[in-house]
């Protein structure tokens, strides 16, 4: 690229050895200063962002009851109740969900106004743990 514009500097104007170590430095230092910023620039993976709300929604039998937590800007926020359940807070990392009768069927969705995750624990399953950082992954808990 520097070679390029040097070519194009000699048909224009006549410039000294002395200018065009300069404009050769300038235009090193421009194309420096570009890659820097652009890698930099790059948006990164998708992490929990502490500015972005991620709403659990727990379904499934009425009634039934679970026990869990989700884990939030890096604290366990322990979780108990029946479904159906609603939770919504700020950097929402992970979660897991247990459900107490195995019989019982208990359905994750989470979303947070870009991303979706949904995910069942059907009978004969424990629970569900969803990771949100890096990426939405869940799996079901097996005994």
């Given at each position: ?90 950097g929402i ?41 890096g990426g ?8």
């Amino acid at each position: 690229m520097a070679q390029l514009l040097s070519v194009r500097l000699r048909l224009v104007t006549p410039v000294g050895n002395k200018m065009k170590q300069t404009i050769h430095a300038l235009l090193l230092a421009a194309a420096t200063l570009v890659a820097i910023v652009g890698c930099t620039s790059v948006p990164p993976a998708k992490t929990a962002s502490p500015w972005i709300a991620t709403t659990l929604e727990i379904t499934g039998t009425e009634g039934a009851p679970f026990t869990g937590f989700y884990l939030v800007q890096g604290r366990k926020v322990s979780v108990s109740g029946s479904i159906p359940r609603t939770i919504t807070d700020f950097g929402i990392s992970g979660c897991e969900f247990r459900k107490r009768n195995p019989q019982d069927v208990l359905w994750l969705g989470a979303h947070d106004g870009s991303s979706t995750l949904n995910v069942v624990a059907p009978p004969e399953t424990v629970g569900v743990s969803a990771d949100f950082s890096g990426g939405w992954s869940a799996r079901n808990i097996k005994r």
